[in-house]
T-cell receptor
């Protein structure tokens, strides 16, 4: 039973195309995230949803649009792909901690996007 | 801006040796976490240390936290080839429901 699953694992596409990555978690967590990992392995938060509501939206081009149909799913749609969008995109989930702060994140295996 | 910096960026040791990685962060934290990432895989949580804790152990892992210096270290004792991976620290600050990750340390354990 995969806790956080994301599909597809690999995406190769041409500049200008639109693509989507899907994520599902079966942990019952209330918060889900999208992180982007660049070629130097630096991880940057893109979006965070809590119970289907957007709570974090970092400086990300509006070509990126997250959608959370329910608290177990968080999808990422990217319009008009550019070369610089090539990266590994990670979905993650967590449960709120009493006393504040963020608890342990559970990550998916990543979706490697290559834009040609 | 990146919250955490890790040091060293890369570390190569022999099996059986200890590995120490350091992490610095910039703002006050609720907790600090360490993650491991094998090549081509997702990140896996290793250990969480709260801001009021100074040291924590889990198996061969030992984490320390010095809030006065805004730094943490991860020690892996008696390393194994299977410990080869990238290790990241991540900080949770204020009321933000997110973790901010450091730049990572690539650990290579030679058999």
């Amino acid at each position: 039973d995969t806790a956080v699953s994301q599909t597809p694992k690999y995406l190769v596409t041409q500049m200008g195309n639109d693509k989507s990555i899907k994520c599902e978690q079966n942990l019952g967590h209330d918060t889900m995230y999208w992180y982007k990992q660049d070629s130097k392995k630096f991880l940057k938060i893109m979006f965070s949803y809590n119970n289907k509501e957007l709570i974090i939206n970092e400086t990300v081009p509006n070509r990126f649009s997250p959608k959370s149909p329910d608290k177990a799913h968080l999808n990422l749609h990217i319009n008009s792909l550019e070369l610089g969008d090539s990266a590994v995109y990670f979905c993650a989930s967590s449960q709120a901690r009493s006393g504040g702060g963020t608890g342990e994140l559970f990550f998916g295996e990543g979706s490697r996007l290559t834009v040609l | 801006s990146q919250q955490g910096e890790e040091d060293p960026q890369a570390l190569s040791i022999q099996e059986g040796e200890n590995a120490t990685m350091n992490c610095s962060y910039k703002t006050s934290i609720n907790n600090l976490q360490w993650y491991r990432q094998n090549s081509g895989r997702g990140l896996v949580h290793l250990i969480l240390i709260r801001s009021n804790e100074r040291e924590k152990h889990s198996g061969r892992l030992r984490v320390t936290l010095d809030t006065s210096k805004k730094s943490s270290s991860l020690l892996i004792t008696a390393s194994r080839a299977a410990d080869t991976a990238s290790y990241f620290c991540a900080s949770s600050s204020g009321s933000a429901r997110q973790l901010t990750f450091g730049s990572g340390t690539q650990l290579t354990v030679l058999p």
